[in-house]
């Protein structure tokens, strides 16, 4: 199965690299054909971003499932969530069947619900209802909830 990962490129430390390529080669033992940004997306784009942006969109459209290793501090995951959110989106409609839809899993849960547990608790603070708390680690947490099943 082609997955594509979301994971922490740009300022990605050692361990956190490490990490990931630990992730990737799991999934590839098992015979999972696996997009890791810091293998093959090139990074040194003289675009400034245009083309990164090109690669992972083509290759979040190949995949069926999108992986994430959710990191707060990650400046490419929105971009990157978008993608994911807007083909999943086509998916749904009947003009757009071929473009499908993808399986989102959060491989760090715990992160994600801290974070939202975060924002919440900034939003009470500065009395906003916690209900209408909006952020894109509550949008990646709806994504993977409603694409569970596909």
């Known amino acids: 199965m082609k997955i594509f990962l979301i994971c922490k490129v740009g300022g990605a430390s050692e361990e956190e690299i490490g990490k990931q390529m630990a992730y990737v080669e799991s999934l590839e033992s098992m015979g999972h054909k696996v997009h890791w940004p810091h293998r093959d997306t090139k990074q040194n784009d003289p675009r400034r971003g245009t083309r990164i942006c090109q690669t992972t969109f083509w290759a979040i459209f190949g995949a069926k499932e999108v992986h994430v290793i959710y990191d707060p501090t990650s400046e490419g995951f929105v971009a990157d ?42 939003q009470i603070k500065n009395g906003i209802d916690p209900r209408f708390t909006k952020s894109y680690t509550v949008v990646l947490k709806n994504l993977a909830d409603e694409t569970a099943n596909i």
């Open 81 to 122: 969530m978008m993608m994911t959110f807007a083909l999943n989106e086509l998916g749904k409609h009947k003009f757009f069947r071929l473009v499908g839809q993808r399986r989102i899993i959060i491989v760090n849960p715990e992160v994600v619900d801290r974070k939202i547990k975060e924002e919440m608790e900034q």
